[in-house]
């Protein structure tokens, strides 16, 4: 039997210091993509355009790394991402599990669109799934995220590398 995931706060607080890091990825994504396209405000009618390079620029940038084994973040908090029997993820695998981790966003963003909520009530909605996508880590046997699960990839803690 594997060991269980790392503890869910840690987790977690990787997630969210990812999250902050993401900012300046999308700080200079969208930059470059607004002053190469010409874009001169938010409604320009290229912001569906904007959405897809932020998609790939974001699939590039978590391929990559978990090809590699841990994001900067992972690497903080001490985390590595492996396949079922241990080993580190090739492209394809961190590719489907790229893709499968939307599913943090995707369901509430599927229930947010068509009744255009307000910002209030649609930060509530992303938040409370991902609180209850969280939380439903608790249902597997190894307490991995189910996204993981689902890829046959998992998260282990990762000791710091000596020098």
Not at 107 to 136: D, K, Q, R, Y
Request: charged share 15%; with cysteine; aromatic share 16%.
């Amino acid at each position: 039997m594997k060991a269980p995931a790392p503890g869910l706060w840690r987790r977690m607080a990787c997630w969210m210091y990812e999250g902050m890091l993401m900012f300046a990825v999308v700080f200079i994504a969208g930059w470059l993509f607004s002053t190469l396209g010409q874009m001169r405000d938010a409604m320009d009618a290229r912001r569906h355009l904007l959405q897809a390079f932020l998609f790939v620029v974001f699939g590039i940038y978590f391929v990559y790394f978990w090809s590699k084994g841990q994001t900067l973040a992972m690497k903080t908090w001490g985390l590595r991402v492996v396949d079922r029997n241990g080993r580190p993820l090739t492209q394809a695998r961190a590719l489907l599990r790229y893709v499968s981790s939307w599913v943090w966003f995707l369901p509430p963003l599927a229930v947010i669109a068509p009744f255009h909520l307000s910002g209030g009530e649609s930060t509530v909605i992303v938040i409370g799934w991902v609180i209850v996508w969280a939380l439903l880590a608790r249902f597997h046997p190894q307490r991995q995220f189910w996204h993981d699960a689902w890829c046959g990839t998992r998260l282990i803690t990762s000791l710091p590398m000596s020098r």
